[in-house]
């Protein structure tokens, strides 16, 4: 309950934020800070610095245009599960932003703190891999774009580097006939995701499955893709039988963990349930 | 140690502190402001929800800092004019404490809540109370005071949330 | 006469501070050169201490002492005591700083007191431990077995007590049933999680040798005297002081090593120290409940008849014995397994043991739960066997009703009044019973899993008959006192030695006196909580509040009638047994229009104008209320749930009772105290357990993986009452704190085996995880 | 939260090399800050089957400063070895045992891994959730990396 001492740093610019980053290795970045006080009261975390980016002017926010949405880093997840543009566009997730945590975290968690500290069971990085989203990253040489798939490292390890800072999310276009739908079993406690499931479906003209796009979050390490229930379902006539068999092969080759509230078996069961799940919906929105 | 200036319940305050004080700790060790409780060290009860520039949050995973530049509102601050807010009065007359501890917070979260959902489900207050734990009542008579507080407050001032805020 | 405020409905007294955040909880408390103090504790639960350095401790900055065990030790301080003794009991020392070895993760080793709680918790760090790491055991039963590790010498194969209660001949009994069942039951170890974590603040005069001790808990006047005793402070040197409590469910009644080292420090310091607790430290350092281990084989007959109960139960009482630890899977479990039923054969055996665990207490219930969990399940069992609906084998074993005459059990105890076939009818019929029925078979066409549970208990409550206590084992009398005392303008003060923490004393207590006076509410105050002001009382526990407090509350204003009655006969010029008070007003038989109030009286007492010198003055009158028998709350639950066949989750969609806890002062409080047992029965049903690891890691150690019970996963609830008042005590109040929690946890658990039933499972151990329900699925 | 181990993994050099390396401080310290997450800042050896040494371990920001020793219980040349770690870190503790089993496969050595890990303190009783994730992962990146360094030193050899 009683956080280590740290030096405390409030930049107003990005560019501050890096310099300040670049400076102190071991920095932390501060955004909402709900992934990383909790840690930090319990000091299994004790930063040396914090570089709390709260006060840097334009990173909150969305934008819907044509060519696809932007979410600033620091746009809470309230803010999300309430936009109705982005619902309109990607219903899946503004579903997500509003199963996360409780109404009080989600009035502070920010998208860009949540993604970054890439916890397991975070229900975000489900919906990015699904919806190929991109991470905009500042650092010392300059800005850069990370897709999704190659963001999610490993267990709370992200392809940012020490000193970048994620400043905005980017979500494709909306494609006509498509869906999308995240379903979430939440862990009774702490509302983490036992599992969660992405699920992006795009129809062709006979209403099969053109693409589908499957992203899972709380069975792993790190957030991952159903490679094979993805390739089982396109050029497919989606119905029941289909998506279920297509479903089955969800956790197919996936190291799920384990933990006093779900085995690994369990979990594995849980992503082809929410899968299936995840995937009638989708389709449902694709019509 | 780190300049803070914020407004609580009104009131402007300057201080000197260190930069790891929590906000709890900041109302009721720093302002005496005990009617916000800790009960849990892990962001789950809620008992220390206060209103951050009109939002509900646990001021327990906030540093002080954080709360820089904004109005806070304790449930101290709920009462005007001698009047009890109508979720004040709605939890007296529902009986919707027992031992209080959670209530605070429990209030602040309702506040926010009603402010952006004014004729609610049951179903919907009681999935906006999640982030709020009570051990007493078992929730059925804090769902039935937020019922009937929405309800007064629905008759007398409609309230606005500010766009794209849930 | 009553003027009918007993019975009614009247909004809280207590509300208006708590809602405006001006409740004055322990940790609110500021006092002059206050100082800080956090608690080391061990990370392992078994191991030998070879060394504490607190050396880099001492120097840090703002750090004013570092005590370990051989300090307080030095200084005087006792272990902590059980205040219940069986026969044979093997107490270990249980010393409030560890000595030499560690025996659960959580066990203190050291105190800092420092100037602030942050600098408090950075010194901790720096203390530095070395430990010799033992083996370690988790499991009550386990301990048992050869070869366990041992954790007290003084306690050989980790038995701290052997127990055993019994009537007629159970093992003939099974012999000759049609049909006996076998079953392993866990009742697991859940943890009381009061929203406010426990604090302490310790403020020594050493002029005078004052000490004041303001803490978080249920009964005040029994920290002192066990204070008392640790301590070697002067009992009359002492001041036990507890203000708004935030829940406590059990876990705040006993003297915890805590609250006794603040009270070192501040003596040794001469500055006031306050502790407050984490909730990750409360949920190590705090008691937890339950865990017991049984194997119950249960005798039945073709026609539903349950002929008898055999029971061995394991009671993990964690590392050492708490205060009142060895009563509850005794006296409070063994007797209560008889139910509602009329079962005449039992053999119950306990075990309590050490483990290298939480210690374990009396919480929400205590024992009564694990009892009616077992045979509120055996009687499913029975109904499964026989593919008989469960409220039939219910009807067939019940109690006939008993309103005039106590009901004499096959063990111990005789049940004050009861009529517990008609609470049964009146849930099945408040419930839809025979449509839900139809619904559910209907569902299960359609591969919908619906579950009704029904749940019949009776509890034991309103401890206790002083001199059955005492002959039973109990370290003090459980008796309750009230003062009540009038002021000349007639308004009433009562000092009650009872202390509520949410239960609403200040309300219901002025509802007593101002019903029996003639008074409004508002001209009654309650003062309890502090020793200083208020005469003894075993504290608020057990659902003993109203039977036994409410009683002493009740007794000592007729205490003041009838003192009253004295100076009205001078006033009304009367012979006193003329004299009648009804309504408010004394006045001479018959003539009710000549009469005087009870606040002229009241002034007449301190100002003496018409009595004579013999009638002495002043209008007080205190009472010890000793109750004849303890009480037997009952009731009927029955619960609706819905299973997800695709991942087990259990939705509880109804959830209907009618309860019996006697006479009922205020209707909304009562209400209120069913809403919150019941979700807190519910709760161990469905998502609530203590995870220990091999190790003996707390690894639920925090909310965010001990499941809580939320809004979102709770209905509203469906609550009625019958009433057959309580014989005992003169308010025929039984009690209602724990009625709730008793009946739900069964009547849940039935609820999901019953929809099981397709699946052919007869038994799963709580809590019925998502995960364990589906996995009970897949067997079939 | 005890952790189950059990894999295996083949170094590219034969049995005796790999026996004669493996206990050899420097090559503990190299392998071990190969594991991300790992920073050793002093391994030495202390006696014939001691070890003592303070590291930097954790996943992302949980992080702590760890003092630990590797104790030797038991081995037979060159095939079998039983040992124990244990670290601690403020009100952290872990610790485990492991055996290790080397038979050689045309040249190349096969060393399977056995055992269990465990972890207390707040760690345990606030983040199970992550442990067996993180045991998994050091345990993965820790024997590749043995492998490795074993492979790496032998060839120098």
Not at chain 3, 304 to 311: N, R
Request: hydrophobic share 40%.
């Amino acid at each position: 309950m009683f956080p280590a001492k740290f030096e405390y740093y409030a930049p107003t610019t990005v560019n501050q934020a890096v310099a300040l980053l670049k400076k102190h290795r071991d920095a932390k970045v501060l955004a909402g800070g709900h992934s990383l006080l909790p840690t930090m009261k319990l000091r299994l975390a004790q930063p040396p610095v914090l570089v709390d980016i709260g006060k840097v002017k334009g990173l909150a926010g969305i934008k819907v245009a044509k060519g696809g949405a932007t979410i600033g880093a620091l746009t809470t997840h309230a803010t999300i599960a309430a936009s109705k543009d982005l619902r309109k566009q990607c219903p899946a997730i503004t579903e997500a932003a509003a199963l996360i945590g409780d109404m009080q975290v989600r009035n502070r968690g920010t998208i860009g703190g949540s993604l970054s500290h890439a916890d397991p069971a975070a229900d975000y990085p489900a919906v990015m891999i699904a919806l190929g989203a991109e991470m905009k990253a500042v650092g010392p040489k300059g800005a850069r774009t990370i897709n999704a798939s190659h963001f999610f490292k490993s267990l709370m390890t992200t392809a940012l580097k020490p000193s970048e800072v994620l400043t905005e999310v980017r979500l494709p276009p909306h494609q006509p006939n498509s869906g999308c739908a995240y379903v979430k079993f939440p862990n009774p406690a702490s509302r983490f995701a036992v599992a969660g499931v992405c699920a992006w479906i795009a129809l062709d003209a006979k209403g099969r499955c053109a693409k589908a796009s499957i992203g899972i979050t709380g069975a792993c390490a790190t957030a991952t893709r159903a490679s094979k229930t993805e390739a089982a379902l396109r050029g497919k006539e989606l119905n029941e039988e289909t998506i279920a068999a297509a479903a089955a092969q969800a956790a197919d080759g996936l190291d799920c963990l384990s933990d006093i509230h779900a085995s690994a078996e369990y979990r594995a069961h849980l992503v082809t349930v929410l899968t299936a799940r995840a995937i009638q919906q989708a389709v449902a929105r694709a019509k | 140690m780190a300049q803070l200036k914020l407004t609580v319940n009104g009131v402007i305050y300057e201080a000197d502190i260190d930069p790891r004080l929590l906000l709890v700790h900041y109302l009721r060790d720093t302002l005496g402001l005990t009617g916000t409780n800790v009960g849990c060290d892990t962001s789950q009860c809620g008992a220390c929800t206060v209103l951050v520039d009109g939002l509900a949050v646990k001021s327990c995973t906030m540093l002080a800092l954080q709360a820089s530049g904004s109005k806070i509102t304790t449930i101290e601050g709920l009462k005007q004019d001698g009047v009890y807010h109508p979720l004040q009065q709605a939890f007296w007359d529902n009986h919707g404490l027992q031992c209080g501890y959670c209530t605070s917070g429990m209030i602040m979260t309702a506040v926010d809540f009603l402010k952006h959902n004014p004729h609610p489900t049951e179903a919907e207050i009681r999935h906006a109370i999640e982030g709020n734990i009570c051990r007493c009542t078992g929730y059925h008579n804090i769902v039935k005071a937020i019922k009937a507080a929405a309800t007064q407050m629905a008759d007398n001032r409609p309230l606005q949330r500010p766009q794209g805020q849930v | 006469m009553a003027t009918q405020i007993i019975g009614s409905t009247v909004k809280r007294r207590e509300d208006p501070r708590l809602i405006t955040g001006a409740g004055k909880y322990t940790d609110n408390i500021v006092l002059p050169r206050m100082t800080f103090m956090a608690i080391l504790r061990s990370p392992h639960a078994h191991a030998r201490i070879k060394k504490i350095d607190a050396s880099r401790a001492q120097k840090h900055p703002g750090v004013l002492a570092v005590y370990t065990g051989e300090d307080l030790k030095k200084g005087g301080v006792n272990p902590i005591p059980v205040g219940f003794v069986l026969p044979d009991m093997k107490t270990a020392q249980h010393h409030p700083l560890a000595i030499d070895e560690v025996h659960y993760v959580g066990d203190g080793m050291a105190a800092v007191v420092a100037t602030d709680r942050y600098t408090a918790k950075d010194a901790l760090d720096l203390i530095d431990v070395e430990y010799e790491t033992l083996p370690v055991v988790v499991d009550g039963e386990k301990a048992t077995h050869a070869g366990a590790p041992q954790l007290h010498p003084e306690a050989p194969d980790n038995v701290a007590y052997y127990w055993k209660v019994g009537a007629g001949d159970a093992d003939k009994a099974l012999t000759e049933a049609d049909g006996v069942i076998k079953q392993r039951i866990i009742n697991q170890r859940l943890i009381p999680t009061a929203m406010e974590p426990r604090v302490a603040i310790a403020d020594y005069q050493p002029a005078t040798g004052d000490l004041t001790l303001y803490t978080t808990t249920q009964n005040p006047h029994l920290i002192r005297l066990l204070m008392a005793l640790v301590l070697g402070q002067p009992e009359h040197k002492l001041r036990v002081v507890s203000q708004d409590v935030g829940g406590g469910f059990g876990s705040k009644i006993y003297l915890y090593a805590d609250e006794v080292i603040a009270c070192f420090a501040a003596k040794q310091l001469a500055r006031p120290v306050k502790w407050t607790e984490e909730r990750t430290e409360n949920y190590k350092a705090t008691i937890h409940g339950r865990d017991h281990i049984t194997d119950a084989e249960v005798g039945y007959k073709k026609d539903g008849t349950i002929t008898a109960l055999k029971v061995k139960t394991w009671a993990n009482q964690g590392a050492y014995l708490s205060n009142f630890a060895p009563l509850i899977p005794t006296f409070f479990y063994g007797p209560m397994l008889q139910g509602v039923y009329q079962i005449s054969n039992f053999f119950v055996e306990v075990w309590g043991t050490y483990t290298n665990t939480t210690p374990v207490d009396a919480y929400r219930g205590a024992g009564r739960p694990e009892a009616a969990y077992l045979i509120e399940r055996a009687v499913d069992w029975v109904a499964f066997e026989l593919k008989m609906d469960p409220a039939e084998v219910r009807r067939k074993n019940m109690i006939p009703p008993f309103t005039s005459a106590p009901y004499q059990t096959s063990m111990v105890y005789a049940y004050d009044s009861g009529n517990y076939p008609a609470t049964l009818e009146k849930a099945l019929k408040n419930a839809g019973y025979a449509d839900l029925r139809k619904k559910q078979a209907e569902l299960r066409k359609q591969g919908k899993y619906m579950g009704i549970g029904i749940s019949t208990y009776v509890e034991i409550t309103g401890a206790a008959p002083a001199q059955v206590a005492a002959s039973i084992g109990a370290g003090v009398a459980l008796v309750e006192s009230a003062l009540v005392r009038v002021h000349p303008t007639g308004k009433v003060v009562v000092y009650t030695g009872s202390h509520a923490h949410g239960q609403g004393h200040e309300t219901t207590f002025a509802q007593i006196v101002a019903d029996q006076l003639g008074l409004s509410v508002d001209d009654v105050e309650i003062v309890h909580g502090d020793t200083e002001r208020t005469p003894w009382g075993a504290g608020t526990y057990g659902s003993r509040s109203q039977p036994v407090g409410g009683a002493a509350v009740y007794v000592a204003t007729q205490r003041v009638i009838e003192k009253g009655k004295k100076f009205a006969t001078h006033m009304l010029e009367a012979a006193e047994a003329d004299v009648v008070f009804e309504g408010g007003k004394y006045f001479v038989k018959g003539t009710p229009s000549k009469a005087i109030t009870f606040q002229e009286v009241a002034l007449e007492a301190y100002t003496a104008k018409k009595v004579p010198a013999d009638v002495e003055s002043g209008l007080e009158a205190i009472s010890f209320f000793n109750p004849s028998n303890f009480t037997f709350p009952n009731g009927a639950h029955i619960a609706v749930v819905m299973v997800d066949p695709d991942t087990g989750k259990v939705d509880l969609t109804r959830y209907i009772c009618v309860d019996d806890v006697g006479k009922v002062i205020n209707p909304m409080i009562v209400e209120g105290q069913i809403h919150g047992g019941i979700v807190q029965g519910l709760a161990q049903a469905l998502w609530e357990g203590a995870v220990y690891d091999d190790d003996g890691q707390l690894l639920s150690g925090s909310m965010m993986d001990y499941a809580l019970p939320i809004a979102s996963n709770l209905p509203s609830f469906e609550t009625s009452r019958t009433e057959t008042p309580s014989p005992v005590n003169p308010l025929g109040a039984k009690g209602a704190g724990e009625a709730g929690t008793i009946g739900s946890t069964p009547a849940v658990a039935n609820a999901v085996m019953d929809a099981l039933k397709p699946f052919g499972v007869r038994h799963i151990d709580m809590p019925l995880t998502s995960e364990k329900v589906w996995r009970a699925m897949q067997k079939k | 939260m005890a952790l189950k181990i059990q894999g295996k993994v083949m170094v590219d050099a034969p049995r005796d090399q790999v026996w004669n390396l493996l206990f050899d401080a420097d090559v503990l310290k190299h392998m071990a800050n190969k594991i991300p997450g790992i920073t050793v800042q002093r391994l030495v050896q202390v006696s014939d089957d001691k070890y003592e040494g303070a590291a930097s371990i954790g996943v992302a920001m949980i992080k702590g400063k760890y003092d630990g020793t590797i104790t030797v219980l038991e081995k037979r040349a060159p095939e079998w070895v039983r040992f124990r770690g244990d670290g601690k870190s403020g009100a952290n503790w872990t610790g485990g045992e492991m055996v290790l089993t080397l038979t050689e496969q045309d040249g190349k050595t096969s060393m399977a891994y056995e055992g269990t890990g465990n972890v207390g303190g707040t760690l345990a009783s606030v983040g199970q959730r992550l442990i067996d994730t993180v045991g998994k992962h050091f345990v993965q990146h820790g024997t590749k990396a043995l492998a490795a360094e074993l492979a790496a030193r032998s060839r120098k050899q």
